[in-house]
């Protein structure tokens, strides 16, 4: 084998024992989070004393520390992680780990020295997304674990290996593209991108079909037979056995998931890759099942290669238990009653051993159901041949299946490391011993730390030794002494000596010395790993000018206001309070505000109405009622419910990544848009492009291929992802760039870290007071985008490479689903509350929230906070539910911009009706609530 690149192992660290223990296993580098601002926010994690203990305990052993700041930001927060950004600079952390657009200019703002790793939170699956993070100056990406092998050796091609590559390597997997899962903020207001997820997705679901009535709402609901329960639970990402591929490739950096597990858990799994990594250097690796044993038994779901090696969708999921599976060893054929023992076929066999943890499950139960009991063994049960004699205290059905969960040598093994982390990581240090006429000691050390160039200490001991009068230390005594470096992570193996002999000093001395030069020598490492004291002072003193600037700022805009409930109500009695900004930049009054000739004047010129469609029959329903801005997603195969084009469904459609036949689908996108075209020229409508919330590397590419060739038939695009803004950096003539939700804005910053956009629609994650801090800073700091909010809809919680239509079989069951009317897809969870499922072109999973925003009655304040374009996600509703939602919308719309005396009564007689077109019932989502 020739000559390899080995990439970084990466270890998770939760704690500082973690972090020991991935250290002593041989990590290369470890990322961990402090208190706040981390995805993990369950994990112990470090205050800053800790994390400076973390840094410089990683440092001395030549291990990288990287940080994550990788949750949404809120603008009130800005000003606690710019200090936050300069505590980790000051401390040395290599890197920090980013997902929000704002914390990044923040970095670069403040401590531009500190490298910026883009979290795989940034959702960038593509090659132009890695392009958009090297032009802005990121030194690594981390990647979705959605990025198949292939890609990523293209972009690395491409862009020369001037940026860095990350990539997951083991551990559990989101069922979502990272970043773009708000199930868990929907459901209970506990975001993922706050590190606050309830893991949702390994809960169990019931698969639904249902009949839609008139608005599209679900009916006639039947649920589909299915042998597994948990839809959305994925298996383990483990890459051990294809880590060669991975080598080869132009991967800079494996990681291993797991800030929630125990030490030696990453004590283990580290050790195996680390073992496996130093084997491949050698030429010698190959895959050993005693190996993958050890990393099934450490903890797993069923172990798979992910999306990054393996196209099969069906692989990568474990909908039959969501928890870890252990080791299965065979099946219960026998049961003694009078002897409390069971009988055991083995299909694994593994000698067990005294401490080792067992599980029963019955196969031809499912969930929880399945789980009859576990035990620990208290004695190494009997094997004969490819059978095992176990005696339990309890009884067992024939049947059952049997698994080892835990593996006692392996945890003893975990424990070890984690108790003896420094064996393998010590520094090296070559001692030089003379005595000067006093017979002081005069030392000079030279040591060869990992990441640093070889450094010479010179010392000269505050000791004098003396002639001995009854015993003189011998040469080898003193070294004996000398060499006692247990406990920290430094070996002396030469000590060369210069000794005149026949002297004495106290052992306690001798000890002092050995001290005195570990500790000269620790804490040149450490400094050294430090930023200079004048960088960090520079830093400083940008952040108080950014301090000083953003304050003044804030209180200018009236941005360190809050919106209490009463100034809530106070809005919606007196209408608009335009700022003073509105008034001189409109030339309105009061005065005109009330009067009704002027309404639709000020309608168009402070407010849009702004509706999401996906077919044409909802299009053209749009604009005959009036509406006069139109993001159109064209959907290829509408359901036949809603008069599609083409009359096809999930039921019978083939995807395109396995026909690959993107010329004849943007051909028919084409086709779809230039009539859309046509029609929004009759109403003089703006008709703007959406892009879908996931574009890979083949959509870009023909899309901007179709826009060349649409100069004048579309007046922007909507995009959700960094790749798909990046491709758009080119001039495309008069079109407009307009930000979707999925690029999680949640601060100005994030705002001014994309200035090629029109327009921004703000996360639905804000509460109104949220919003109304972003808002305020920009406007007031001179933005002139749009700020868009969605405010009706079944948003959009979740985006999977998963089909989840796939698992209805061929057979009986899909056969009679075919021969009938059913045509939507849904999941039911216990509380029964269903949650709209559809399948796009690439065969990905989109899952809705179960009920639909709906913020109608809110209108008052949002407009008065400054959103100036009022979204309906309508995509996928028939034409009356777009015709009637807008009606109603635009009713609201003008009865709070007239301030008519019954405002609040009339606003919310148009919730009652909007009510009985929701599908699932109306939600106020995160606006009232915010999200933890």
Not at 119 to 136: C, E, F, K, R
Not at 702 to 710: G, K
């Amino acid at each position: 084998m020739s000559k390899l690149n080995i990439p970084e192992l990466l270890a998770p660290a939760g704690s500082l024992d973690t972090l020991k223990a991935g250290v002593g296993a041989g990590a290369d580098a470890v990322y961990l989070s402090g208190k706040k601002f981390g995805a993990r926010q369950f994990a112990r994690n470090f205050n800053l004393t800790e994390m400076e203990e973390a840094i410089e305990y990683a440092h001395l052993r030549g291990v990288k520390v990287y940080v994550t700041v990788n949750t949404l930001v809120k603008e009130t927060e800005l000003s606690t992680v710019g200090d936050y950004l300069l505590e980790l600079y000051s401390l040395g952390a290599d890197a920090v780990i980013v997902q929000d657009l704002g914390v990044a200019r923040l970095a670069r703002e403040i401590v531009p020295e500190l490298d910026l790793h883009c979290s795989t939170q940034m959702t960038i699956n593509n090659y132009q997304g890695v392009h958009w993070a090297l032009d802005n100056g990121f030194k690594r990406v981390v990647l979705a674990r959605e990025m198949h092998l292939e890609n990523i050796e293209k972009a690395a091609r491409k862009l020369k290996k001037k940026i860095e590559l990350e990539v997951f390597a083991h551990g559990a997997i989101c069922y979502s593209y990272s970043g773009q899962c708000l199930l868990s903020s929907f459901i209970g207001g506990r975001s993922g991108n706050r590190g606050m997820c309830a893991q949702p997705c390994r809960k169990n679901y019931q698969l639904i079909i249902a009949k839609a009535d008139a608005y599209g709402k679900f009916e006639k609901i039947e649920k589909i037979p299915l042998k597994d329960h948990y839809l959305l639970s994925t298996r383990d990402l483990a890459i051990y056995s294809q880590l060669d591929r991975i080598v080869k490739a132009p991967v800079d950096s494996i990681k291993i998931e797991g800030r929630m597990k125990p030490p030696e858990y990453v004590a283990n799994v580290v050790k195996v890759y680390r073992e496996a990594l130093d084997s491949l250097k050698k030429g010698e690796w190959k895959a050993e099942d005693e190996e993958i044993l050890k990393l099934k038994m450490c903890f797993n779901r069923g172990l798979n290669n992910g999306w990054l090696l393996n196209n099969k969708k069906d692989t990568v999921m474990g909908r039959d238990n969501p928890g870890n599976r252990g080791l299965y060893l065979g099946t219960v054929t026998d049961y003694h009653k009078n002897l409390d023992e069971a009988i055991i076929h083995l299909v694994n066999r593994v000698n067990l051993q005294k401490g080792d943890g067992i599980l029963f499950k019955d196969p031809r139960k499912t969930g929880p159901a399945a789980n009859i009991w576990g035990t620990v063994l208290e004695y190494q049960p009997m094997i004969r041949k490819d059978k095992l004699f176990l005696k339990l205290h309890k009884s067992v059905q024939l049947g059952s299946q049997l698994f080892l969960t835990r593996r006692k040598s392996l945890v003893d093994a975990g424990e070890k490391m984690v108790k003896s982390p420094d064996l393998p990581r010590s520094i090296p240090l070559e001692v030089q011993i003379k005595w000067n006429k006093r017979f002081t000691p005069m030392v000079r050390v030279i040591a060869s730390p990992p990441r640093l160039e070889e450094f010479i200490i010179e010392l000269k001991s505050d000791f004098s030794m003396e002639k001995a009068e009854k015993r003189p230390l011998s040469r080898e005594s003193i070294i004996k002494q000398l060499q006692k470096t247990g406990g920290t992570p430094f070996i002396i193996n030469d000590i060369e000596m210069d000794y005149p002999g026949n002297l004495f000093t106290p052992v306690r001395n001798l000890n002092h010395l050995r001290r005195e030069i570990l500790e000269e020598v620790q804490q040149r490492i450490i400094e050294t790993l430090k930023p200079p004291k004048e960088d960090v002072q520079s830093a400083k003193t940008r952040l108080h000018k950014w301090k000083l600037n953003y304050n003044s700022a804030k209180r200018m805009s009236g941005g360190e206001l809050t919106t209490t409930e009463s100034e809530y109500k106070k809005s919606k009695k007196k209408g608009l309070n335009l700022r003073k900004k509105w008034l001189e930049n409109k030339e309105l009054s009061n005065k005109e505000l009330i009067d009704k000739e002027k309404t639709e004047e000020i309608c168009d010129s402070l407010f849009d109405l702004a509706i999401y469609v996906n077919s044409i029959p909802s299009l053209k329903s749009a604009l005959e009622s009036g509406c006069r801005v139109i993001y159109f997603q064209p959907k290829i195969h509408e359901a036949t419910a809603y008069n599609g084009k083409n009359g096809k469904s999930w039921k019978d459609f083939t995807c395109l990544k396995h026909s690959n036949d993107y010329k004849n689908y943007f051909e028919e996108i084409a086709s779809y848009l230039k009539e859309a075209s046509s029609l929004c020229n009759e109403y003089d409508a703006e008709l703007i492009w959406k892009w879908p919330t996931i574009t890979d590397e083949d959509f870009i590419k023909w899309a901007i291929r179709l826009l060349n060739r649409l100069t004048g038939t579309i007046s922007g695009v909507d995009v959700a992802g960094l790749g798909a803004l990046w491709s758009l950096k080119d001039d495309f003539g008069s079109l407009n760039l307009y930000g979707s939700a999925g690029l999680n804005i949640w601060n100005h910053m994030a705002i001014d870290e994309l200035p090629s956009l029109n327009s921004v629609t703000l996360s639905p994650e804000l509460s109104k007071d949220d919003l109304k801090k972003v808002i305020n800073y920009s406007s007031f700091c001179g933005s002139e985008k749009i700020f868009s909010f969605i405010v009706q809809g079944n948003l959009e919680a979740v985006v999977s490479e998963d089909c989840l239509p796939c698992i209805i079989k061929e057979g009986e069951v899909l056969k009679r689903i075919k021969n009938t009317s059913y045509q939507s897809l849904g999941i039911k969870d216990p509380r029964n509350r269903i949650f709209p499922v559809e399948l796009d072109e690439n065969c990905r999973t989109h899952i809705f929230n179960s009920v639909e925003l709906c913020l109608i009655d809110h209108i008052p304040p949002l407009l008065a906070m400054g959103v100036n374009r009022l979204i309906i996600d309508s995509r996928n509703k028939p034409p009356i539910y777009v015709k009637n939602i807008l009606s109603l919308y635009q009713e609201a719309l003008k009865l709070s911009i007239l301030n008519v005396p019954d405002l609040e009564d009339r606003l919310n007689s148009c919730k009652k009706r909007v009510k009985k077109m929701s599908n699932g019932g109306i939600t106020t989502g995160n606006f009232l609530r915010g999200v933890k």
